[in-house]
């Protein structure tokens, strides 16, 4: 099957393939290819621009005719369903609370006889809760913790499931909105959590300043560490509250990110405040399925009002859906 791929020397093969590995996207799927000269690497999906930056100079994209791996057993091969579970590190969390403690461990051990990158399986106890967003846990089977690193284009995220709110879901998200952000701009992101958003964005080197705030110390302590484990530069980790902390970057952020979807809507005030003429609020909501963007796009406008300004809306788009009739949003407003 024809895909994208890396088309590298043989002798720079090793390096290549560990920096498309350490990137996670080298689809293990396929076999590596080769000719008499080159190795061909297969992709899992489109590279980034500093992600092909690591790779050695002589590194290309190019395409190639892949021969598919032999298939190994599933955890759906062993338990006659394919069990759902989100992977984040090398821990696989089991959402649903209502599963009954034998089904957890059976689903468990299939996960860590079949998949080799899992080391934990965890199932949660309860939704996220409070106002440092964090959720129980019980450790199903593995290795007894709740501590990983997680890998997300091409940025290493240490975090503590129990301790600071962290989900892979939004990946593409958080790179769709690296797309919106220019050389030179300031960033400041409300609800920063561990720094899946801001490090990602300092990381690219496009913004002058990333301002990345959270009222859990538990989180800043883990943002702080992720901010040295990516050698990020351009960006700093404040624990306070996004509403006293707007009154310091006043006027400031060409993007403001409230990533608060529950909640967001209580800080568009201070949201507002923060951004400069002309720029852009990222805010997120949780919406019935029978009114997605009005009443949200409402309430900017009003908090927009309220300062004297006015609103644009750029963009507004359904990021994934949340629980039945129910969707997590997300709208661009430009504050003019």
Known sequence: MKRQCIKIPKKKGESARRVLLDFEILDNSLKIGSDETFLYLPLSREPLSHE?????????????DFEAQEKKPTPGDLLGFNPAYELIGDIALLEDQDLDSQKASR????????????????????PVIGEFRVREFEVIAGEPRTETVHREYGCRYKVDLSKAYFTPRLSTERSRILSWVKEGDTVVDMFAGVGPYSILLAKS??????????????AVHYLKENISLNS??????????????????AGTAAHVIMNLPHNAYEFLDSAVLLTKPAGIIHYYGITPEDDLFESSV???????????RKIEILERRVVRSYAPHQYNICIEARII
């Open 232 to 249: 990020a530069k351009n960006i700093e980790a404040i624990e306070g509250d996004a509403r006293e902390e707007a009154e310091r970057f």
């Open 107 to 126: 689903i468990a051990e299939a996960l860590l006889l079949t998949q080799p990158n899992i080391k934990t399986v965890v199932k949660a106890l309860s």
């Open 52 to 64: 092909l930056a690591d790779l050695p100079a002589e590194a290309e994209l190019a395409e190639f």
């Open 205 to 218: 080197n496009k913004p002058s300043k990333v301002v990345a705030i959270d009222k859990n110390p538990d």
């Open 298 to 308: 409402e309430l900017i406008r009003k908090a927009a009002e309220k300062a004297g």
